[in-house]
């Protein structure tokens, strides 16, 4: 990979670090094609059981690349849908990966860097880093990124953060939904994403897909007989269910369901 750094660990986890600190790990068409790909590997391999997408040097991601956009602003009507379709892919695939997935946010975050962390399941944020859905001062909408941020923060405050493009602060995020959690030094953020990932492993993996699945299908759906039906169909299949069987045993036994290690 050109543009990420990719770890994993014995455990399980797997980090996806943003690696273009020279830029403040600003997109182009590289890094969202290489982050499609590894989000689709890494979400296929059974191995890998959380996912922390985090970045090198002093921003966590500024959006989108100078000369990406550059190149972009001569594109007709159909280059720019093309260009905007891989985009979307590459929130997709961070939202809908089969494993949960943590962002890491050590520094400041603008754009499609605030996409990306809305499109994770979780995340952590430092207290000194700032925030901005910055594309009405060029002109240009969060069109891609707008449901993923609007599932997190709610269409009132994308309100306010869409048409005024302003900074805001890690606390804001945090009052706001973008952030779950905020830490005073990327060292203390460090520990919570550790025990965060300890928390995490001790899950049926299965069930966490599941959950997942369960979220997008459930949010923002009346609640009818048809939605009942679903989720009964839902409870239904998972309980007879290999992973199910087995924590429902260790839990009765008092003993570490088969999936944890150590």
Known sequence: MKTLRIERDDRGVALLALNRPEVHNAFDETMIREIIEAFRDLGADDDVRVIIIAAEGKSFCAGADLNWMRRAAQYDEAK?????????????????????VVACVQGNAYGGGVGVIAAADIAIGVADAHFSLSEVKLGIIPAVISPYVIEAIGARYAHRYFITAERFT?????????????????????????????????NGPKAIEAAKNLIQAVSQKSIDDELMEDTVERIAQIRSTPEAKEGISAFLEKRRPAWVKG
């Open 80 to 100: 720019n849908r093309e260009d905007g379709g891989e985009l979307a892919l590459m929130l997709n695939a961070i939202y809908a990966c089969p494993k949960p």
């Open 170 to 202: 890690a606390a804001e995020a945090y009052r706001i939904g973008l952030l779950h959690d905020i830490a005073p030094s990327i060292e203390v953020m460090d520990d919570m994403i550790a025990q965060l990932c300890t928390i995490l492993l001790a």
